[in-house]
């Protein structure tokens, strides 16, 4: 093999092995309002894998539906009200993936977990479904620097089977965009949960056999 077929092999795998790595995470550097960075959940189905035969109910806690995160940008605080929109992204994400996704207000996290006990008064409802998952924001940090605006977010969901297992998957989001007149804090906070979202549901996609027993 001549050297410069050598190259461009070389380069080849390269790509494949970056293109292959870290699904579970997903970075985006661009602007938030260029065509690349509008974000949708991925339809497996269109690669042959229909969603995964369960029965789901989203318990959505009421700290993780008030959930705000406060940034500072050039003087000014920011409000970010990620658990709405979290919960948003969950309910399309969740829809393509699982075959049923029903969603339910909860009063906390604590509750929600006290609805899995065999002998809690809810827990019979629990039972109609193939599996109660639970949100929970573990991380999200903002960062201001001279040229550009960066976010991390990293989200959990606990899948909690009728039969006491539990499958825990995370996803993380990371952004960093540059100060323009078209990007803003606001959008570069959505674009980053978005990302830990189908982050989320590419952690689903990869432990789906143990989705069903």
């Known amino acids: 093999m001549n050297p410069i ?72 605080r920011i409000h970010h009200s990620l658990g709405r929109d979290a919960e948003l992204e969950m309910r399309d994400a969740f829809g393509i993936e699982f075959a049923k996704v029903e969603v339910r207000p909860v009063q906390s996290e604590e509750r929600a977990m006290q609805m899995l006990w065999p002998e809690d008064p809810e827990n019979a409802q629990m039972r109609a479904y193939d599996y109660v998952a639970i949100p929970k924001f573990l991380r999200v940090d903002s960062l201001e620097s001279n040229e550009k ?17 539990s499958i825990t998957i995370k996803g993380h989001g990371e952004t960093l965009i540059g100060k323009d007149a078209q990007s803003t804090p606001e959008k570069g906070a959505v674009l980053t949960l978005q990302y830990a979202v189908s982050a989320l549901l590419d952690g689903i996609e990869k432990r789906r056999n143990l989705f069903v027993r």
């Open 149 to 165: 605006y960066g976010f991390e977010i990293d989200l959990l969901v606990e899948f909690n089977a009728k039969n006491g297992s």
């Open 5 to 76: 077929k050598i190259i461009v092999v070389l380069f080849l795998l390269f790509t494949f092995g970056c293109a292959s790595t870290g699904s579970e995470q997903r970075i985006s550097h661009k602007s938030p309002d260029s065509p690349e960075s509008i974000l949708a959940p991925v339809d497996y189905s269109q690669f042959g894998r229909p969603p995964i035969p369960v029965k789901i109910l989203l318990l959505i806690p009421s700290e993780f539906e008030r959930f705000v995160h406060v940034s500072n940008y050039e003087g000014s």
